[in-house]
């Protein structure tokens, strides 16, 4: 698993995430191949292709990219000849996921690494039902992969070299990689993610503001610091003198005990739930998915192209997002 070499990538599940990792890999020049079980899978990622091309196009495609190198089928031992690198995207069910992982696992050459798109699950049960359980590690996007580089590789503390080879091949092909040094449920971006919905939940039952004034508040404020910075750079800005930091740590921790944050018992019941949906379905169900789905493509590919715009900038750890040209992974 030392070298790198990788030309052909099989996408296990065709929805929306599988689409997505194939739109990446292709933009990336790659031959990919999909399976899904469901045959009506091959007219979905064929629309959802239409539709995202144009953004691929414009977010720039590396030498020899083309639609013409994917390839859909319904059998799985098909999905897996030749393939280099796996990247699993079916149904988020725990016990599908350990039985299909299986199959694939008996099915390819034992240096062969399998990725696990799971947005919550550890690499340590999944790999249950493998017989090489050391080359299955989670490589978990966001929504969608083509379009956000950030992914992150869980469970390489069982699986190193796995986790070093996924790595590659996601830098490769221009994601941003961040490596979990533990495994922990729901990984970093989903637990953060989490946090903030939590806390939507409160302010909405607490009659603070509507979702669509919550939402501008997050997109307006500190989403905006956020593309630039993770949130600890953020807060170090925020001392006036450096020698000054650890006592303005010491005011932020006196502010989540004073009421900056929801409180400890605070559990969303169903009501509350529903609440929130049918808020969310008032503003934005009469619209549809298709402008918002538009406005979020152009916007987020223009936020990454004038994040590394200011990369030279920096080289610390926690310099801008990078959205590197596509390339194919040589």
């Known amino acids: 698993m030392s070298s790198l070499s990788v030309s052909r990538i099989a ?4 929805g929306l995430i599988g689409a997505g990792w194939a739109a990446h890999f292709l933009r990336a020049g790659l031959h990919v191949v999909v399976h899904d079980p469901a045959p009506e899978r091959e007219g979905f990622l064929h629309d959802y292709l239409d539709r995202v091309w144009p953004t691929l196009a414009a977010m720039g495609l590396a030498p020899g990219a083309s639609r013409n190198r994917l390839t859909f089928t319904t059998n799985l031992e098909q999905a ?3 393939t280099d690198f796996v990247q699993e995207s079916a149904v988020e069910d725990r016990a599908a996921k350990v039985r299909l992982l299986g199959e694939i696992d008996m099915r390819l050459p034992v240096g062969t690494v399998i990725a696990s798109s799971s947005s919550g699950f550890l690499a340590a049960d999944l790999r249950a039902g493998a017989r090489h359980g050391e080359r299955i590690i989670i490589g978990h996007p966001f929504n969608p992969p083509f379009l956000v580089p950030l992914v992150e590789i869980a ?14 091949i996601y830098r490769a092909t221009g994601c941003e990689v961040v490596e979990l040094k533990r495994e922990i449920d729901g990984y970093i971006g989903n637990r953060i993610q989490f946090a903030v919905f939590r806390e939507l939940l409160y302010l909405l039952r607490e009659g603070v503001a509507d979702l669509e004034t919550i939402d501008r508040a997050v997109s307006a ?6 593309a630039v910075m993770g949130p600890s750079s953020v807060f170090f800005l925020g001392a006036r003198n450096v020698t000054l930091y650890r006592e303005f740590v010491d005011l932020l921790s006196q502010e989540l005990r004073s009421g900056y944050v929801a409180p400890p018992d605070f559990e969303p019941d169903a009501e509350l739930l529903d609440r929130y949906a049918e808020e969310v379905m008032a503003w934005l169900g009469p619209g549809g ?3 918002l789905l538009q406005r979020r493509d152009v916007g987020v590919a223009a936020v990454r192209a004038a994040v590394e715009a200011l990369r030279p900038l920096s080289s610390s750890p926690d310099s801008p997002l990078p959205i590197h040209p596509a390339r194919p992974a040589p």
Do not use: V
Request: some cysteine; glycine content about 24%.
């Open 11 to 14: 996408c296990i599940g065709g």
């Open 155 to 168: 469970g390489g503390d069982g699986a190193p070299e796995a986790a070093a080879l996924a790595a590659a």
């Open 80 to 82: 897996l000849h030749g």
């Open 289 to 291: 998915q298709a402008p």
């Open 221 to 226: 404020g500190p989403a905006i610091r956020w």
